[in-house]
């Protein structure tokens, strides 16, 4: 049986429209753990100063919309 990649579609626009909040949301929220305090006040200007757990659920929602839409 053929592995089914449902969510991870690379190659997708929508899929890495999606991707890319999500990890801009990931790389504000662990500003604490890496401490780069100027890239996480520049990638956060740059989403309009949305909270990382917007970014984060924003991401997850495109993804997983784009897993259940039929090719």
Do not use: C, Q
Not at 44 to 70: C, D, H, K, M, Q
């Amino acid at each position: 049986m053929p592995i089914e990649f449902r969510y991870f579609k690379p190659f997708s626009l929508t899929w890495l429209a999606s991707a890319l909040p999500l990890a801009a949301g990931l790389f504000i929220a662990f500003e604490p753990v890496h401490h780069l305090g100027d890239w996480t006040r520049a990638i956060s200007t740059t989403f309009g100063g949305t909270s990382p757990y917007l970014l984060i659920n924003a991401g997850l929602v495109g993804i997983g919309l784009r897993g259940a839409v039929r090719p």
